[in-house]
């Protein structure tokens, strides 16, 4: 990823800051301040140079965390960039109990910043570099964070082969990202029916499986087999393309079986996507897809498996059955 795109989207991910509260899986690396961020942008710019001077790729993910990959050294780093807090530290309780109050000299650190990183997939501690921006050339960048990093890293070496993040980013549509962006809508915009039912199932059941796209969601759960069928409203798809676009890219159709299918409407046309992407994500390859559609489900013969698939009631029934 080049220098320019890590930034735009570091950028551009702050615009999640009020839903990633909602969403144990969000972690942001940088403060959504924007005096901050400007302030911090030539910093950061050197930063990144440095680290792929030493031969790391970056990864931003969709909270706005940064990771950093050697492929080298097998490890993989996430960074965060704070203000330098450290002089507002508390007096000791027992003076402000004998005071009634505490009376602090504040003074500004000459070393204004924090970078603090951990190595990921490890349960190593945070780590911490304290810097200010009169950094003003990459040598000096990798000399103040690059080297102790590696050094720090020793113990860590080897244990990656490819990036976590990676592997995370592209699940970004998780059952815990979904459950923050609904939960944030019901909250904070108004008349998101689809939103508010969905978050609604996943507060009340477990939930085995989910598909989310353009006309609505999917969901899988363990009351009596149940499979939820949610329709977006005007405002649920103004909400999502503005928060979740992604939601609206289409989903090609890789089962043989069901490429061959004429959906009857746009309904029958999602159940027929959803029940694809369910089955492909439980057994890992159209060809098992396909295996489990005409081999292992077994109905009678007054329903036959395409005569099931004709009909939204008869991919739902199918849906029930997967996973279970």
């Not at 050697?70 to 960039?81: D, H, N, Q, Y």
């Not at 109905?299 to 004709?310: H, R």
Request: proline share 5%; with cysteine.
């Amino acid at each position: 990823m080049s220098i320019y795109k890590t930034v735009r989207d570091l950028r551009k991910s702050q615009s999640l800051s009020p839903i990633s509260i909602y969403c144990k899986e969000a972690a942001q690396s940088l403060p959504n301040i924007k005096d901050f961020f400007k302030e911090i942008t030539p910093t950061l710019k050197l930063i990144l140079k440095a680290f792929k001077l030493a031969g790391f790729s970056i990864f931003v993910s969709n909270w706005g965390g940064l990771f950093l990959f050697s492929p080298a050294l097998g490890i993989e780093v996430f960074v965060k960039i704070e203000p330098n807090i450290r002089y507002m530290a508390k007096s000791p309780p027992e003076l402000i109990k004998q005071k009634g109050y505490d009376v602090k000299d504040v003074q500004l650190p000459p070393e204004r910043f924090v970078l603090k990183y951990f190595f990921c997939g490890t349960k190593s501690k945070w780590r911490h570099i304290y810097f200010n921006t009169a950094l003003d050339s990459v040598d000096m960048v990798y000399s103040k964070f690059i080297e102790q990093i590696i050094k720090e890293s020793r113990p860590f070496q080897g244990r990656h082969d490819t990036s976590l993040e990676q592997k995370t980013k592209e699940n970004f549509l998780s059952k815990n990202s979904i459950y923050a962006f609904a939960l944030f809508a019901k909250k904070h915009a108004s008349s998101t029916i689809g939103l508010n039912r969905l978050s609604g199932i996943f507060e009340s059941t477990n939930v085995n499986e989910f598909y989310i796209g353009g006309y609505g969601a999917v969901i899988l759960t363990n009351y009596s087999r149940s499979v939820d069928l949610v329709q977006w409203f005007k405002n649920d798809v103004t909400f999502l393309k503005k928060y979740l676009p992604e939601v609206f890219k289409q989903h090609e159709i890789s089962c043989k079986t069901l490429k061959k299918l004429a959906p009857n409407n746009e309904e029958h046309q999602f159940m027929v996507e959803a029940l694809d992407a369910i089955l492909l994500k439980q057994l890992k390859s159209p060809v098992s897809a396909d295996e489990y559609l005409n081999e292992h489900l077994n109905f009678n013969k007054e329903q036959p498996i395409p005569n099931l698939l004709g009909s939204t009631e008869g991919v739902i029934k199918i849906l029930s059955l997967c996973g279970r």
